[in-house]
């Protein structure tokens, strides 16, 4: 029997070169070897209070994605989270087994936390948890930001997935989710959940960079490169992409936006290209705007194509109804059986 794979994606906005090369472009090697489930998490999405409007658009928009780059329906389950009730309903019983002061201490919910409470960057973990908790602030860290890693660790263990392929962000919540499989197989004495590990071929994970010279591309960042975005658009960003002021003599380590973008052309370029520019970097007769045109002629080969497709996809809201319909079928049916052994295990069950 195949392994089982799974990952999602939070449904808040369209999907950029991060997503992509972090994740989607994984997924689609994936799918043949592996079971593979692969779902829109519109539920996660609501523990930062999108506008329902959009999150209903980003839902489809994010489908229509996952279709332009490949994932192929036939092959894969693509599903939205919210289209399996079962994962919520999992989501309470598991949390009876989930410790408030393991979540509290989780990176994520600390980060989230601090940034919606307005507190200072040093502040603490003891100030944090004081905010939190005192009466003194109107304002207020929702409960469902807080059991956000159950919810991830439900998505997971519903589907009794072996292989969960996630970004370094994530790592803790899988970590959480390993933990929440044996303490429950344990607690009852039974082998139900297999303990999920991160997957990568081969190589290290990678990190794409985003545009702004400092770090990682991110939807927060306002440093990305989108699949949908259109020639023009995608250009003048990386036109614009921060540099240096050129190498000042030569043999010099690159410097951290220079770096970036080398990164980018990595994932994008042909090695040859790479390298002349790397090249021209220690010579110091490397010339910024070149190097540019030369990035976003590279990311359009790739963008470009996947832009026409999600362009065509969206418009066919009978194909998008049609995939999500099937995907849900084969989820929930998957979803139902897993949820009815944990019921039966918890003693949930009628007596009549
Ligand atoms: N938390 C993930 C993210 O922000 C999204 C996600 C939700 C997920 N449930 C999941 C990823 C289950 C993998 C498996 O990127």
């Not at 799974?6 to 799918?31: D, E, P, W």
């Not at 036939?74 to 289209?83: K, W």
């Not at 960057?121 to 469902?144: F, P, Y």
């Not at 109804?321 to 084969?330: D, I, L, N």
Request: aromatic residues 8%; hydrophobic residues 40%.
């Amino acid at each position: 029997m195949k392994e089982v794979v799974l990952s999602g994606i939070r449904a808040t906005g369209n999907l950029h070169l991060g997503n992509y090369f972090g994740a989607l472009s994984k997924f689609v090697r994936m799918q043949d070897d592996y079971d593979s489930l692969f779902f829109i998490a519109d539920l996660h999405a609501l523990t930062t209070h999108p506008d329902p409007k959009t999150l209903h658009g980003n839902v489809k928009n994010i489908m229509a994605e996952y279709l332009a780059a490949g994932i192929d329906p036939e092959r894969a389950t693509i599903f939205v989270q919210s289209d399996v009730p079962e994962v919520s309903e999992l989501y309470l019983l598991m949390n009876m087994h989930v410790g408030i002061g393991e979540l509290m201490r989780t990176a994520s919910f600390k980060d989230k936390a601090r940034k919606q409470l307005g507190i200072r960057n040093d502040a603490t973990e003891g100030d944090i948890e004081q905010e939190i908790i005192g009466t003194n602030s109107n304002k207020r860290v929702n409960a469902g930001l807080l059991t956000y890693p159950t919810l991830m660790a439900v998505d997971i263990l519903i589907q009794k997935a072996n292989k969960v392929p996630v970004g370094k962000d994530q790592e803790q919540h899988l970590e959480l989710t390993r933990r929440f499989a044996r303490r429950f197989n344990s607690f009852y004495g039974v082998e139900l959940f297999p303990e999920p590990e991160n997957f990568n071929f081969g190589d290290h994970a990678v990190k794409v960079p985003g545009l702004d010279g400092s770090g990682k591309m991110g939807k927060s960042e306002g440093n990305c490169i989108y699949l949908i975005d259109d020639e023009k658009t995608l250009r003048k960003k990386v036109m614009r992409a921060v540099t240096d002021e050129g190498p000042k003599e030569p043999g010099l380590p690159l410097s951290q936006p220079v770096e970036n973008l080398i990164t980018l052309m990595e994932l994008t370029s042909a090695p040859e290209v790479v390298q002349h520019y790397r090249d021209a970097y220690a010579d110091c007769s490397i010339r910024y705007g070149d190097m540019k045109k030369q990035l976003a002629e590279d990311i359009l080969k790739i963008t470009l194509p996947i832009r026409e497709r999600i362009l065509d996809i969206r418009n066919d809201d009978e194909y998008l109804a049609r995939v999500a319909r099937m995907g849900a079928e084969k989820a929930r049916e998957r979803a139902a059986a897993t949820l009815a052994q944990v019921r039966e295990i918890m003693g949930i069950t009628k007596f009549y």
